[in-house]
């Protein structure tokens, strides 16, 4: 092929690609849009932590009746769990609403591996969701997908594409036009999807995003960029007063992407699938890390707070807890105990564009007792990261 023919070529694979991924979209919107996280009556008091009497008591005095479904005797929804924690007295709540004091910064963690099929993407829905919904403390949590793979937007912002919503390259880039009157931070705030989950939003990725790297270098190039890993961090800090944490994927790659992504970052985490493979790639990563720190702390990154290695898909056998050992001996203060544990209740509710936090054990259409339990490891999981977290603002409190 000359030339012309291979833009020909090109050109109609883009157009059968667009049409595919536009099938695609409203194949999973149609299919998987995701409802509410629906609560029984047991699951109701148990969330909240009172009696059953109690729970009726206070269910008397909402604005929604429990028993209005025809297919079940009673059920709400997590809006309504919402309403009815609110009316709660303070004696009676798990814990009393979180506000951040002006010492303590908005935590902004990135998750991120050079290595592909970590778990990256399951990883940082997974324990955004968590926090959202399992701490009482109702803590304001953005999600931002850095992938133009965009997945992590399948799961909460699937019509992100399609209605034509910003993406996070769209703000990077520029490729936006205030209106009159309208500031950046307006204009970030509504980038911010609302999901399924009240206290959890979402600023999606898209296929375009895959432009940020050669925009990139048509900036540095043209010498229109003077600050090239400080553009994330300008949109984060447009929102800094309506998130308390916000949880950042990003693609398995070092590139302007992941560089902005670090540079946002107050913390890390490095998830690692317990795979020799997975481990050898993760190591020469680290061995090349540092000449990828001398690059942000050139352009004054200020350091982290805490970074961790979570592992990812753990199973008990003799080989992994081989290769456990083998990583504590090299990286224990670095390690979390609590690990993501390899299950069938994770891989399920993944290919519904969920995690175990988007619904309660009672919608789970499979084994329950299996659910349960991941549902539990998923939470000391996510609890642990949520104590570097509190401890880091308690630092920031008593400084």
């Not at 324990?127 to 931002?144: C, D, K, P």
């Not at 043209?222 to 998130?243: C, M, R, W």
């Not at 919608?363 to 000391?380: L, V």
């Amino acid at each position: 092929m000359d030339s012309m023919q291979t833009t020909e070529t090109f050109q109609v694979l883009k157009i059968g690609a667009d049409a595919y991924i536009k099938r695609r979209n409203q194949r999973l919107l149609s299919n998987h849009r995701k409802d509410l996280r629906k609560f029984t009556r047991a699951e109701a008091f148990t969330y909240l932590d009172i009696d059953a009497k109690t729970l009726d008591k206070y269910v008397a005095t909402a604005d929604f009746d429990p028993r209005r479904h025809e297919d079940s005797q009673w059920l709400i929804n997590i809006e309504e769990m919402y309403q009815l924690r609110d009316l709660l007295p303070e004696n009676l709540r798990k814990a009393s609403k979180f506000k951040r004091s002006d010492n303590q910064k908005m935590q902004v963690i990135v998750i991120q591996n050079q290595k592909g099929g970590v778990g990256k993407t399951v990883s940082a829905a997974t324990i955004a969701s968590g926090l959202a919904t399992e701490f009482h403390q109702e803590y304001r949590v953005g999600l931002i997908d850095m992938d133009g793979q965009a997945t992590l937007s399948m799961y909460y912002a699937p019509e992100a594409d399609l209605e034509g919503c910003l993406s996070v390259g769209d703000l990077m880039m520029n490729n936006f036009d205030l209106d009159e009157g309208e500031t950046l931070e307006q204009v970030v705030s509504n980038a911010f999807l609302p999901t399924t989950i009240p206290n959890l939003r979402i600023l999606p990725a898209s296929q375009s995003d895959r432009a940020i790297e050669g925009w990139f270098h048509e900036q540095v190039f043209g010498q229109k960029l003077t600050s090239p890993y400080s553009l994330l961090n300008t949109i984060i800090n447009a929102v800094q007063d309506e998130f308390d944490i916000i949880i950042i994927d990003t693609p398995p790659s070092l590139g302007y992407a992941t560089y902005n992504a670090y540079f946002a970052a107050t913390s890390v985490v490095f998830p690692l699938s317990i795979t020799e493979n997975d481990i050898d790639a993760t190591c020469s990563y680290f061995s090349y890390i540092p000449q990828v720190w001398a690059l942000l702390a050139n352009a004054n990154h200020r350091g982290y707070d805490f970074m961790k290695i979570l592992i990812t898909n753990h199973r008990d056998s003799a080989t992994t807890t081989d290769l456990m050992n083998t990583l504590y001996d090299h990286f224990a203060p670095y390690m979390y105990s609590n690990e993501f544990k390899h299950s069938e209740a994770i891989r399920q509710s993944s290919s519904l564009l969920s995690t175990v936090f988007d619904m309660s054990k009672s919608e789970y259409p499979k084994s329950k007792a299996t659910f349960q339990s991941a549902q539990q490891n998923c939470y000391e999981v996510t609890s642990q990261v949520l104590r570097d977290i509190v401890n880091v603002w308690r630092e920031q409190e008593q400084a």
